[in-house]
């Protein structure tokens, strides 16, 4: 298992689409979008694409609370190399926008795949200055981010929890954000985070996985990638 963040990129617009520049360290395997989005009509994402090519819909969440917060994840296995443009369409985009992507390595070119997912939305009717969930690996060994929303008013107002990691934050008159666990896991994983106060938060985490190597693709992708450099 070898399955490791190579760079994160983190992006905020206050309307309209989103579009940003990815620059990874090394060759990724994988891409990952966590999207934020201030909407009361759920996704509208209308496409979503890393380097010209469409990401894959991995699972998203309408919340309840927070100004209708929707979160949804995107995957892309096998990325063009070298920096790429992340660009995001929506059908509404009138409001509040972030968007984190994580590039990933793995052994042998692996795709990354999606395990299972957490939306929580218990601490929306009464809030929690330590609100806690817990997201099941199934006894995989994964990598697990959050992407959450929290009433308070300023950055300062929320910290990650223990072998957590910050990777970006926004405060658009509440708090936006995309945290990730620093460690390979194959127990579940406690999800949230502190408040420097107690008030509504939500959240949808993730868990994926290194999938297995299919040796007769191997000259494929390579072939794919110096085509697309």
């Not at 990874?24 to 990952?32: K, N």
């Not at 969930?133 to 929890?161: D, P």
């Amino acid at each position: 298992m070898t399955l490791a963040v190579d760079s994160v990129a983190y992006n905020s617009v206050a309307s309209g689409n989103t579009s940003f520049t990815v620059t990874p360290v090394g060759t990724l395997d994988a891409v990952i979008a966590k999207v934020s989005m201030d909407s009361t009509s759920g996704n509208v994402i209308t496409a979503i694409t890393y380097g010209g090519v469409a990401m894959t819909f991995v699972d998203s969440f309408n919340a309840t609370a927070e100004a209708q917060t929707t979160f949804a994840d995107y995957i892309l296995n096998n990325p063009s190399s070298g920096a790429q443009t992340l660009a995001v369409t929506y059908s509404d985009t009138s409001n509040d926008r972030t968007v984190a992507a994580i590039g990933f390595t793995t052994a042998g070119g692996a795709d990354v795949e999606h395990v299972s997912t957490e939306k929580n939305n218990t601490y929306t009717t009464s809030g929690s200055s330590e609100p806690r969930g817990s997201i099941s690996l199934t006894g995989e060994t994964c990598y697990v981010s959050m992407s959450f929303v929290s009433g308070r008013s300023s950055t300062n107002g929320v910290t990650q929890l223990t072998n957590w990691k910050d990777r970006g934050e926004s405060d658009i008159g509440q708090i936006t954000g995309v945290y990730d666990y620093d460690i390979l896991s194959t127990t579940d994983v406690t999800t949230g985070l502190s408040q420097s106060n107690s008030d509504q938060v939500v959240w949808m985490a993730t868990a994926y996985k290194e999938g297995v190597v299919d040796s007769s693709i191997i000259p494929q992708i390579m072939h794919h990638r110096r085509q697309m450099q």
